[in-house]
């Protein structure tokens, strides 16, 4: 998790220069750092899930797209750009339904985490449609990996939009 910090964004209002202060230092905090010691080794699991790397990368950057993470969202774009996803694909994630560059198993796991990720929007939580069709893709390893997966990015995504932890300059592979 990333140390409080003062960010410049580099963009001008009326003359003067934007700058963005997280509130609290994760690694100044004695808390903080012990729950992000814990939640970073249940990311660990999740990577070494059999849910396909590409996938887990594209998920964790749609949950944080719709969360307005922006730390989450610079970090994933990245990260899933280093490992080789393709720009086009990291430019249309956010409008999936309308772009013709995923497979019928991502699809299925965007709606599986727009529906999880916007489960108070919903009424009823995720429907059994979403469900059924994620269940078409991936097995119950795969399935378990990606509910878990999803819960841990908004888990991210939620500390970092309350802390206000500025995204711009995460370079792929900085925290782990």
Same mark, same amino acid.
């Given at each position: 998790m990333p140390p409080t910090r003062r960010v410049s964004a580099g963009v001008t209002t009326n #003359?003067?220069?934007?700058t963005m202060d997280a509130r609290l230092s994760y690694h100044g905090n004695t808390l903080f750092a012990k729950f992000g010691k /814990?939640?970073?080794?249940?990311?660990?699991?999740?990577?070494?899930?059999?849910l396909p790397a590409a996938t887990q990368e594209l998920v964790k950057? %749609?949950?944080?797209?719709?969360?307005?993470?922006a730390l989450c969202t610079d970090m994933h774009a990245k990260d899933a750009e280093h490992a #080789?996803? #393709?720009?086009?694909?990291?430019h249309l994630l956010a409008a999936? %339904?309308?772009?013709?560059?995923? *497979?019928d198993a991502e699809r299925a796991a965007f709606e599986l985490t727009e529906q999880g990720t916007r489960i108070a929007d919903a #009424?009823?939580?995720v429907s059994d449609e979403a469900w059924q069709n994620a269940a078409k893709y991936y097995d119950d390893d795969q399935l378990a990996a990606l509910v878990c997966l999803i819960a841990?990015?908004? *888990? /991210?995504n939620r500390m970092n939009v309350i802390t %206000?932890?500025?995204g711009g300059d995460y370079q792929p592979g900085q925290w782990g």
């Open positions: #003359g003067k220069e934007i /814990y939640i970073n080794s249940a990311g660990a699991v999740l990577t070494d899930s059999p950057l %749609r949950a944080s797209q719709i969360n307005g993470c #080789g996803e #393709g720009p086009v694909r990291l999936w %339904r309308e772009a013709n560059v995923f *497979t #009424g009823g939580g841990l990015i908004n *888990t /991210y %206000r932890q500025p």
